[in-house]
């Protein structure tokens, strides 16, 4: 059964601090694997990985896959406040391509 | 350009009242899909649209239906609503398939079953 697994579940640090996200996943036939912020409302993109050891960054985000391990990280550098959210992690499911599996979540809170 | 949008935002039912939540995206995008968000259980995937016309099922489609008979609107609708069905549910759409493409999310309806 395809899964997605976020840790940590939730996390608070202070404005300035450098926080890593992590995401595991067990998924036949693995294609991408997308992050997004969700703040009040709808989640927005993140970053698309598909290949091992490539860099996406964005600003003070930046996400790197290992397909072996069958991870990947996401990286915030000195947070501050706007970048307390849900980060969320998916995947393709294996069953089709149409669908997204999920992970749960990390929840953000960055304190001033 | 609105990108994904969702009528109506808020809404409380009753058990066993019906209603249909409306999506509706300008990106001439093809595929759709209709979400539900609750506490720990992350986004599941209800029933999705691979072009007009066209419905399949995701993971949790029991007690939903939908229909897609204009590209650019996918219905959601709850024939008899259940107290289960209370969450928050999210509309998207995408160019391509989920290994080519990202997903654009609407923002959002929540809906509360009495």
């Known amino acids: 059964e395809d899964k997605v697994v976020q840790s940590p579940l939730s996390l608070v640090v202070h404005e300035g601090d450098t926080v890593t996200l992590n995401c595991s996943y067990e998924?036949?036939?693995?294609?991408?694997l997308l992050w997004y912020k969700q703040e009040k409302k709808a989640p927005t993109f993140l970053f698309m990985l598909?290949?091992?050891?490539i860099e996406k960054k964005s600003g003070r985000l930046s996400s790197i896959l290992d397909k072996k391990e069958l991870f990947s990280i996401l990286n915030i550098t000195a947070t501050q406040t706007g970048d307390s959210a849900v980060y969320l992690c998916?995947?393709?499911?294996?069953?089709?391509?149409?669908?997204?599996?999920f992970g749960t979540g990390t929840r953000l809170k960055v304190l001033a | 350009n609105a990108g994904v949008t969702q009528t109506p935002k808020f809404r409380v039912l009753k058990t066993g009242q019906s209603m249909t939540l409306l999506c509706a995206q300008d990106?001439?995008?093809?595929?759709m899909y209709w979400y539900r968000q609750d506490p720990g259980m992350g986004l599941r995937l209800i029933h999705y649209?691979?072009?007009?016309?066209?419905?399949a099922k995701g993971e949790v489609p029991d007690g939903y239906n939908v229909s897609r008979l204009k590209k650019q609107n996918f219905l959601l609708g709850l024939e008899s609503a259940a107290p289960s069905q209370t969450s928050v549910y999210f509309c998207?759409?995408?160019?391509?398939?989920?290994?080519?493409?990202?997903?654009?999310f609407g923002p959002g309806t929540r809906l509360t079953v009495l």
């Open positions: 998207a759409s995408s160019w391509d398939r989920a290994e080519r493409g990202t997903q654009y």
């Open positions: 998924v036949t036939n693995f294609r991408s």
């Open positions: 598909t290949s091992s050891g």
């Open positions: 998916a995947v393709p499911g294996s069953s089709g391509t149409y669908k997204y599996i």
């Open positions: 990106m001439n995008h093809e595929y």
């Open positions: 649209s691979v072009g007009e016309g066209t419905t």
